[in-house]
């Protein structure tokens, strides 16, 4: 193995209170390792549309320079003197939040990486050895590197809460062709439930069929794509568990589509600015009985089932589009265009 060196090529994020942060490709050094320390050799990162949203002035947007992007994945070519966990030559991926690794009744997400963390835009990163997940060894590290949010949160959504788990016979509406919605599908499909997916693509409506969607919808051309769905449902019941990604945009549809009982998993919003539209009414989970949840990506044990769900029914996630590392503003504008089907990863020499 090439010796490793002490600086690198690393992206870094500025932030810009009046607008969209700039990305540059600058010299930074390789971190030391702490006693607890794992340094990976990151192979591959993944773009989120939290990415892009964490370039404009959010709470929630870095307020230093800061290596972007919170996914990646890699080898492990380094432990410090403490480490039990992992050996060099290990396939890994970090917690998107290194301190989600404990599991409690009441979830603390803390800090994550490409906010408030130095992230994974970067041939080198030091991560605490509790906040790394080994990788199936069946899946690529671009692939791998798709799972640390967007396949940690539609795990999360669909397993999160244990006796609402997701289960064979379930009907589960997925919503979009993005990272999040692509994962639900999957790891529905794989835990035996059906789906009825929605699009606003009739080109991208064949990819989610050839995915395992039982039946697709067009949430463009039908107004009251809610309802369509849930008549597609046997005896138009609805559905056990909807993942919502678009807040004011889709839970009206949402609520719509669900049966008595359901778990509908708010996840995202269509529109973070601070004139968005409000929120629908969401009173009428008193006679549907709905259980609204909440969820922001997940802990170590999420990601730990996203694995052996992918090692047991030997899925993958969906790659839509791979850039080199130089090219990582291409991959921000193309994340940004909607045009993708799954993932859009960054590719690290
Ligand atoms: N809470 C969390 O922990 C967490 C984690 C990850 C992501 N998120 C949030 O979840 C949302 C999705 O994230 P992502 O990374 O999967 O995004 P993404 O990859 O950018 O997905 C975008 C896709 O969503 C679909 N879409 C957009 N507006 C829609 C609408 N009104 N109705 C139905 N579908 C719509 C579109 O699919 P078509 O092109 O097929 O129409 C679009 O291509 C974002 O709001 C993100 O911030 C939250």
């Given amino acids: 193995m090439a010796s490793i060196p002490t600086t690198q090529k690393q992206w870094i994020l500025t932030p810009n209170p009046a607008g969209v942060g700039a990305v540059a490709l600058v010299d930074g050094p390789v971190p030391e390792l702490g006693p607890t320390d794992v340094l990976v050799n990151i192979k591959a990162a993944s773009l ?60 603390v997400p803390g800090p994550s990486l490409g906010a408030q963390l130095d992230g994974t835009a970067r041939p080198y990163g030091a991560f605490d050895e509790q906040s790394l997940v080994r990788i199936p060894d069946s899946i690529s590290f671009e692939e791998a590197s798709t799972l640390p949010c967007a396949g940690v949160t539609a795990y999360n959504g669909l397993y999160g809460v244990k006796e609402r788990a997701v289960r064979a016979g379930d009907w589960v509406l997925v919503e979009g062709t993005g990272g999040v919605s692509l994962f639900v599908l999957q790891l529905a499909k794989a835990a035996g439930a059906s789906v009825v997916a929605t699009t606003s693509s009739d080109a991208k409506a064949a ?16 107004a009251d794509w809610g309802a369509s769905a849930r008549a597609l449902t046997p005896g138009g019941v609805g559905f056990d568990h909807i993942v919502d990604i678009g807040g004011h945009a889709t839970l009206p549809h949402s609520i719509k589509a669900s049966r008595f009982g359901a778990t509908i998993t708010v996840v995202g919003k269509s529109d973070y600015s601070p004139n968005a539209p409000q929120e629908p009414d969401i009173t009428t989970a008193i006679y549907f009985q709905t259980t609204f949840r909440g969820v922001q990506v997940g802990n170590r044990e999420h990601f730990e089932g996203l694995v052996a769900s992918i090692e047991g029914t030997k899925w993958t996630p969906v790659v839509d589009k791979v850039f080199e590392f130089k090219d990582l503003e291409e991959a921000y504008k193309y994340l940004v265009s909607g045009s993708h089907v799954g993932k859009v990863v960054v590719k690290i020499d």
Avoid: C, E, M
């Fill in 48 to 107: 989120n549309y939290k990415d892009h949203i964490v370039r404009l002035p959010t709470p929630f947007s870095p307020t230093v320079p800061t290596v972007p992007l919170s996914d990646g994945a890699g080898v492990v070519v380094a432990t410090g003197a403490k480490v039990t966990r992992f050996a060099k030559g290990d396939r890994v991926a970090a917690l998107f939040s290194p301190q989600a690794y404990t599991v409690g009744r009441y979830p």
């Fill in 207 to 222: 990819k989610l069929k050839a995915l395992g969607a039982d039946h697709v919808v067009n949430y463009k051309t039908d």
